[in-house]
């Protein structure tokens, strides 16, 4: 093994808590040096500028998280089309693929608060233009990575930086009228439905026809990852969302001989912001906004 030089940082113990040693060694070269990192283009780094934004650097979090117990139930039962989707927003806390969702929430949860922690050891007051990608390693290994640009103003500083998945240039829309993104919000639901002779039966028919049970699959997955999406919305005090991101994935597996289950992940990914000045309108046509408050719904 090659001797390590005095003037190289040597690995430093980690216990997986925290930023990593790298991300940590990382921060302490950004706060030395006199440049700015940044993934803005120029019309962003302009369009922040005008309202009082400046890039300090880029920041990221990631993390490899291992779902190896993903839950059981697959709504079997005996009948012409007698089975149910069991889904991960069911009371019971081990069915329907809890553990699995509880699993995906934390590596998006971990690398989004890593990104933060890095974005405040910058003294940033936000970060924008977050990416947020997942890649398979094999088995039940997936990374979680984040991607984005720290920014700071000379106005009063945020008790903890803001994070958004919008440009900059949406960013100063959104403030140019009268509006503040206060964090990401995600919801993730999944859930399975065992074939039972109904869904076989219409899946094979020659004709054109609904399969029920696959509507109602996808259709409880979107229901229970918009719920899932909203509440954590609430949590970073938005009033709205704007929607950056809604997937969907299905797959089938066969764990026996005549018994075949689908499977259903949906996932949610938005920016919730808040208001400061109640005159404002909606920034741009472009931006898909949920509202929060079921009432204005009911009412309107």
């Known amino acids: 093994m090659a001797p390590v030089s005095a003037d ?79 889904s991960s927003g069911s009371a019971t806390s081990w069915a329907g693929l809890t ?31 977050i990416r947020l990608s997942e890649t398979h390693l094999g088995g039940s290994n997936r990374e979680f990575l984040a991607l984005g640009t720290a920014v700071r103003t000379d106005a009063a500083t945020a008790t903890r930086p803001f994070t958004t998945d919008l440009s900059g240039s949406d960013v100063s829309k959104l403030l140019h009228a009268g509006w503040v993104p206060t964090g990401i919000a995600i919801g993730i639901a999944a859930g399975v439905r065992h074939d039972d002779y109904g869904v076989r039966n219409q899946t094979s028919t020659w004709g054109n026809t609904q399969v029920d049970g696959y509507t109602d699959l996808v259709n409880t997955v979107r229901h229970d990852a918009r719920d899932q999406f909203e509440r954590r919305a609430r949590e970073h005090g938005g009033e709205t969302v704007m929607v950056s991101s809604m997937k969907l994935r299905v797959w089938e597996n066969e764990p026996s001989d005549n018994h075949r289950d689908h499977y259903a992940e949906a996932l949610f990914i938005g920016t919730t912001a808040t208001s400061f000045h109640r005159g404002a309108v909606a920034p741009t046509r472009s931006l898909s906004i949920l509202p929060l408050d079921r009432t204005r719904e009911t009412a309107s």
């Not at 302490?28 to 300090?56: C, D, T, W, Y």
């Not at 650097?57 to 005996?78: D, F, L, S």
């Not at 933060?116 to 003294?123: I, R, S």
Request: charged share 15%.
């Open 99 to 129: 553990p699995y969702v509880k699993a995906v929430y934390e590596g998006w949860h971990t690398a989004l608060r890593r990104l933060v922690q890095e974005a405040t050891a910058l003294g940033a007051d936000g970060v924008v233009g």
């Open 8 to 86: 190289q940082p040597r690995p430093v113990p980690w216990d997986g808590h925290g930023l990593p040693p790298q991300a940590q060694l990382r921060m302490e070269r950004a706060a030395r040096s006199k440049v700015a990192g940044s993934l803005l283009s120029a019309p962003e780094a302009a369009a922040l500028a005008a309202v009082g934004f400046s890039p300090v650097g880029e920041v990221m979090g990631c993390i490899v998280q291992h779902a190896g117990w993903a839950g059981y139930g697959c709504g079997y039962a005996y009948g012409w089309n007698a089975s149910r989707t069991v």
